[in-house]
């Protein structure tokens, strides 16, 4: 499609398809001061405990959901470290197989790999974009399991019924990867909760992560781990350095302040998007759940099979148009030899790529059918209906025209 004489130019800020909102630094003045007043950087200095103590506050209160447990909290220095400390802590001795979405970031399987165990990719379930209790219960038929690692996929929660009453059924642990679901993911009666503070994920300070747990000794060992495994300065377990400094928990603080707004903005931006693709009800729709969401990242789901069309033309008109967690990770070279588990628990161990998608029907769908979009909070009324209109008629052409489909975006 050549772009007309009468296109609008995009704005700057729709190029980039994601834009951190992030405190400004007369918010992080008061806080910074207290470190330059206390002078204490790190090792659980003052900052990181009243973060902590706020986070727990937080998530333990009524409309979260877990008020008759508490929530306990540490927090680590990535999402990343908090997902493998994860694992360590809580996987089964007796086995080592992990269960991974196929779609997801690749710190999943690398942080299974990392704590001594083997990550096994399972499908993704199509009308939720993720692995479900189901999926897995059919996997445990045939394989054992150390753990399993679901992911609340682009900030929609996780049911937290669900795996709650798959972990009491088989007894094996859950690892929640709920990296973009601050707050909207519940923590989990039994079992861990990973949130990334990544820079992009709706609650960011830079680099860090909350691990969220019931269980208040689970939480004090992932703590003691990310100092060396010292108590005092005593080795007293497995250990290594992945404490957040003070540094990182005063932008956390001050983003407590800020969240009510953030999540604000971020529910007007997804309300603006709502509206506008209203019209376009047949062609596009979003994620199952959506409004539990603090969307951090916005993914549409075409009716027809042409995402790679429509990512390749978007690019080529400069919008921010991507495919975040695409493609499957048994498609990248680093994982391609992971074993692949489809929907009813079949294990599979090799093949081509060709084999792969065959049995990974799930994960192939949405890899044709999703497209992301720009989204961030500054993002104004008339950016919203510049992309969408653009999205409308990219979707549209690519199907008129008969764009090859099917064919991947990225390069593998
Ligand atoms: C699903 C998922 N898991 C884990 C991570 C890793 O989080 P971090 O970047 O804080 O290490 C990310 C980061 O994007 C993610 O999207």
Known sequence: MERRSTDLCLPPALIRHVI???????????????????RWYSNFGPLVCELEEKISA??????AGRSEYGVHVTTLASGYHALEIALRLSA???????????????????????????PVLADVDPTTWMLTPEIARAALQRMELAAVMPVATYGVPQSCAGWDEFSKDTGVPVVLDAAAAFESQRVLRKGLVACSLHATKPFGVGEGAVLLGTDSDQIAQARRFSNFGMIGRVGHADGANTKMSEYHAAVG???????????????????????????LAGLVSMQPSIDHAVVSILM????????AAVIDEGRRLGIGLHQTYFPPLYRHPNFARIPLVDIEGKVHMDGDIGDKAAHMPGSEELLKHLVGVPFHAFMREE?????????????????????????IAHAV
Request: glycine share 4%; net charge positive; with cysteine.
């Open 58 to 63: 937080l998530l333990a209160s009524p409309s």
């Open 253 to 279: 603080l001050a983003q407590l302040e800020r969240w009510t707004a953030v999540k604000a903005r971020r529910r007007a931006v997804l309300e603006l998007y709502r509206r506008r693709l209203g019209p």
């Open 300 to 307: 549409l789901r075409l009716s027809e099979p042409i995402a």
């Open 383 to 407: 950016d919203v209906e510049f992309v969408v209109q653009h999205f409308a008629e990219l979707a549209e052409n690519s199907h008129r025209v008969g764009f090859p489909v099917g064919g």
């Open 92 to 118: 089964r001795r007796h086995a080592r197989r992990v269960l991974v979405p196929a779609v997801t970031f690749c710190a999943c399987p690398l942080a299974v790999q990392h704590a001594g165990l083997e």
């Open 20 to 38: 951190p909102d992030l405190p400004s630094a007369a918010e992080l003045q008061p806080y910074l001061q207290r470190i330059d007043e206390a």
